[in-house]
């Protein structure tokens, strides 16, 4: 009998990150390919999608070569990705200008004229999230009231994994724990909330229906094929939101089990059989990959991110050298140099 794996693609901030697995959860092959982020202004954060689209093909063809099987032995592709970004595409599931990801709070006016029409408390207890620039809800307004070519010919507005799973298969959808990242999503009812979408002026026809993240979105088509060495015909399986899938990886599955998460981000979550509203509107919730259960958070928007920026800003000139590979040991290495509490340096991230 011929071994089938499953191919995973994790759409990160910085990268997509491929991992060949068995069916027993063994670790066949991996690599990382890196994408760059563009800053236009202060808080204009986006980057392109077919940038994310040539590491998933690129990593796949690699990943198939390394590990010496035949296409024919992937049972499945499925994804992780980055959440609250809006990702317009046309009908061919091309992008139609480049992705507004998570970072982006370029609406942060509009999202206060938002919040004085419905209140911050009536939209917490509708979405289980406060109401924000960062999701997607304010970033697609942004298009279409800045940019209406764009916007007339976007036919719907994804994810990042969305995007990947449209280019590979011609199907548009999402799934549970990426809408709840949006600010439409009525997370009680599991559906995307008509008074929300009526406050923010937002084209209905293009958000995408939602799946499990179990779904079977469809297969992989001869043209997606041929740029990512899979067999026409594979199945693409939905997958999830980062931060869901984090929870899943971490073995938080049954009620209460709790796990912290370091990345570009971080937070500190649990599962849960329905969402946690907090007085103060402190934590926010999202929709387990399993869509029956929930996972309220706690987070800090900049982790791994911050790392990032002290790389960029101190170590200018060992970037340019071929040690730049080993750039994260170097800079572990100053830290632990530094004297017990770093000479009384404070760094606040945010």
């Known amino acids: 009998m011929v071994q089938k794996f499953i ?7 910085s990268g997509n990150k491929s991992t060949l697995i068995s069916p027993d959860g063994e670790i066949i092959a991996h690599t990382t390919y890196q994408y760059s982020t563009i800053f236009l202004k202060q808080h204009w954060v986006e980057q392109n999608p077919n940038d994310w689209w040539d590491a998933v093909a690129n990593a796949s063809k690699q990943l ?3 590990a010496k099987i035949d296409p024919k032995q992937i049972a499945c592709i499925t994804f992780s990705g980055q959440m609250m970004g809006a990702v317009p595409v046309n009908h061919k599931g091309e992008a139609v200008r480049n992705a507004i990801i998570w970072a982006d709070m370029r609406s942060a006016q509009k999202t206060e004229a938002i919040a004085e ?3 911050m408390k009536e939209h917490y207890e509708i979405t289980g999230n406060r109401l924000s620039p960062s999701y997607s809800a304010a970033k697609i307004n942004w298009i279409q009231e800045n940019e209406p070519a764009v916007h007339k010919e976007t036919f719907k507005y994804l994810q990042a994994k969305d995007y990947i799973i449209a ?3 011609g199907k548009f959808a999402t799934d549970y724990s990426d809408a709840s990242g949006t600010n439409l999503l009525n997370i009680k ?7 929300l979408i009526k406050l923010w002026q937002i084209d209905d026809e293009k958000l995408p229906e939602i799946l499990p993240s179990t779904a079977v979105v469809g297969e992989v088509h001869s043209k997606a094929a041929e740029e990512t060495g899979l067999m026409p015909g594979t199945p ?3 997958g999830g939101a980062d931060g869901c899938c984090a929870a899943l990886g971490a073995g938080a599955i049954d009620e209460g089990d709790i796990f912290n998460y370091i990345g570009s981000s971080s937070w500190i979550s649990f599962s849960s059989s329905r969402p946690v509203f907090d007085q103060e509107m402190r934590t926010f919730n999202f929709i ?3 869509e029956n259960k929930y996972i309220p958070i706690g987070t800090m928007q900049a982790a791994g991110t911050s790392f990032q920026w002290l790389r960029d800003i101190l170590f200018q000139d060992v970037l340019k050298t071929d040690a ?3 750039i994260y040991e170097m800079m572990n290495e100053e830290a632990e140099s530094s004297p017990i509490g770093s000479n009384q340096l404070i760094f606040l991230p945010y």
């Open 7 to 13: 191919l995973a693609h994790d759409l990160g901030t």
């Open 64 to 66: 198939i070569s390394e």
């Open 117 to 119: 029409k419905i209140g």
């Open 167 to 169: 280019k590979l298969t």
């Open 189 to 195: 009812k599991k559906e995307w909330s008509e008074e």
């Open 236 to 238: 693409v399986v939905m």
């Open 288 to 290: 387990h990959l399993d």
């Open 324 to 326: 730049a590979k080993h």
